[in-house]
């Protein structure tokens, strides 16, 4: 459950009926929309508002208690508000977590001095403070809104998002397993500009894997060998299946031991010279449990990957634009050798990855999850460090799986994204990856609040006729 800080503005000489009414209404509203709230009671400040610096000093004291579990503020404005009140408690709190500035409307009937809120003018006052003390803050779609209408209601859904994904970033690990394929230029990035951001890459060699997979006690297998058989609905080469389930007993004790959040592990061609196996199954299950892991060391976007699965709480795929959809521009084909979640997939197959077989043989590369995508909306995300410009870049946007079938082998789905063309003209344009992630959900509105507004990187987002740029870019 999340947890949201409440702030409800109030100013003397405004209705204290539309403060005491509006607090009751926007509680019940969180409630129903299964959010935790913290604020302050009717016994710690008069109506339980914030209006005076007494009342901001009590708010910030209140917000400290839960620091650790407050993800996100909630400001409501039921009347004009006392903005520099608001505006202490926040900056006195410490907190480092977005803000949602809301106001309610007035009714057209009842603009006489003893019923007017003009939270309408407040919250832009509001916002101007805020704006002097260095707080970032998120806007409602309208300026006013009650709270019961849907429109705030998907606001707030995407400002949780929001405040997940912010959550999920900060104090990141993630860890690369084994050296980036030489062959994969493409998957470049910066151990630097991650850290920066406050993302730590924890390294290790394969060869250090390979050790610890001897080491790990014969009932850890047979238990991974259990979870594996039932995550696959069916039964495997048993001699494949053993060492899988090693490789992921090893894989998880390091996991564990490092706090990670997230993996990219080499795949291009140690592990299937080496092991006689391919990791997609162990990365697939993996996945599912909400540790993404991407394919080739490919660490942003195993970050890509996770700041999706933040927003949306399910797990995430990372994905090729690999193939055309014969002569629809507004198609294409996702695919990748086997590695998705199987909760992403309509059904699954354990079988042999066929590409990288051709390299190493078929009979070494058993473990890949061969079957196609569940059709619904999905939204993408590609992050990215610009390692000249010293930043973080990404885009973003949503598309939907269809029902069409292709004849192919791997894991495989067609999208159908409005204006693909130009999608694809940029990702050309801008240098990024092949490589982008995937999550069957509508996320991407939070995750550009996030990204954007309280974590500083560039983002495009791409979606239908809301195409934007990146500050000072050019128009693909």
Known sequence: MVTLGLIVGNRTFFPDALAWEGRRRILKVLEEE?????????????????????????????????????????VTLPNFGEERGIADALRLSRLRVPVLVHAFPDDLNALDVARRGDAFCGKISLCNNL?????????????????????????????????????????????????????????????????????????????????????????????????????CGGVGLEEKLTTMAS???AIEDWIREHELKATAIQCWTSLEENLGVAPCLVMSLLGDK????????????????????????????????????????????????????????????????????????????????????KPGPF??????????????????????????????FGAWGVAHIPHLQELLRFICQRGFEHHVAINLAEVDQGVREALETYLGIEVYRFEGSDRRTFAGGITP
């Open 131 to 231: 704006n002097q003390y260095g707080i970032p803050f998120s806007l409602t779609t309208h300026h006013t809104v009650a709270p019961e209408e849907e429109s705030f209601r998907r606001d707030l859904r995407s400002f949780v998002q929001a405040c997940q994904v912010v959550k999920g970033f900060r104090n990141l690990r993630i860890g690369a397993i084994g050296a980036r394929p030489g062959a994969f230029q493409a998957v470049r990035f910066s151990e630097k500009i991650l850290e920066h951001h406050g993302i730590t890459v924890e390294t290790v060699d394969l060869s250090e894997i390979f050790a610890a997979m001897e080491r790990v006690s014969t009932q850890s297998v047979r238990e991974k060998k259990a979870e594996i058989l039932a995550y």
């Open 379 to 408: 939204s993408f995300l590609r992050v990215t460090s610009d390692d000249t410009a010293g930043v973080l870049r990404a885009y973003l946007g949503r598309g939907e799986i269809t029902e069409d079938v292709v004849h192919t």
């Open 290 to 373: 909400l540790l993404p892991s991407a394919c080739e060391v490919d660490v942003t976007g195993a970050l890509s990957m996770h700041l999706l699965s933040c927003a949306s709480q399910r797990p995430s795929a990372l994905v090729d634009w690999n193939n055309n959809f014969g002569h629809d521009l507004e198609k294409c084909i996702l695919f990748h050798c086997g590695n998705y979640p199987r909760s992403l997939m309509e059904k699954m197959q354990l079988h042999y990855a066929d590409v990288i077989g051709t390299v190493t043989g078929v009979d070494n590369a058993y473990g890949s999850c061969r079957g196609n995508l």
């Open 247 to 249: 490789f992921a007993v």
């Open 34 to 74: 299964g959010l935790r709230v913290i604020t302050l009671s009717p016994q710690d400040t008069k109506l339980g508002t914030v209006c005076t610096w007494e009342d901001a000093k009590k708010c910030a004291q209140l917000f400290k208690t839960y620091e650790e579990e407050l993800e996100g503020i909630l």
